[in-house]
């Protein structure tokens, strides 16, 4: 089973800065890589696929980077509203897509 | 409009069964896999399991192997998941997932809970 591991658990930012969230994969898994935001009380929405493809309706402050074992998700000029959880996924091997643990943000 | 409803939740006892299902809507259902994904209170993302679209093969956690049975029925355009033998760690919110063709899962239900008590 391919182990995503995210950092940090916690990241507290002002908002207008820029948020950078990390997931490393434990063996190679090319692009194949969604990150989803979560809400408390809402169903995960997909953000970025493919590791840099932005889903339909999100905002371009939005970006994903990365390959191979090392992911990063950039959020920049951070809003109230991005508070949330976050969590990368791998889909290289079906079915045996895998989350990782989730970073939780706080803009404040 | 892609809408997913999730229904058939509630409190289960130890041992026994469940059936949740996941109404699809606006979109043709028999072109996409699909997921159910729970979250237990606290916690992070969990795939249980999930169906191909077309000609439909199936997959299991280990952790509900031999324990859950998921469904699809196209006719309806609904996803099912049969859940027997329940035990307390399978408390959870369960979210039925579209496996978008550009990769990851692009549409979520609103989940249904589930509770395994006496």
Known sequence: ?108 | EVQMVESGGGLGQPGGSLRVSCAASGFTFNNFAMNWVRQAPGKGLELVSGTSGGVVTTFYADSVKGRFTVSRDNSKNTLYLQMNSLKADDTAVYYCARVGHAGGFDYWGQGTPVTVSS
């Open chain 1, 1 to 108: 089973e391919i182990v995503m591991t995210q950092s940090p658990a916690t990241l507290s930012v002002s908002p207008g800065e820029r948020a950078t969230l990390s997931c490393r994969a434990s063996q190679s898994i090319a692009t194949n890589v969604a990150w989803y935001q979560q809400k408390p009380g809402q169903a995960p929405r997909l953000l970025i696929s493919g590791a840099s493809t932005r889903a339909t309706g999100i905002p371009a402050r939005f970006s994903g980077s990365g390959s191979g074992t090392e992911f990063a998700l950039t959020i920049s000029t951070l809003q109230s509203e991005d508070s949330a959880v976050y969590y990368c996924q791998q889909y290289n091997t079906w079915p045996r897509y895998t989350f990782g643990q989730g970073t939780k943000l706080e803009v404040k």
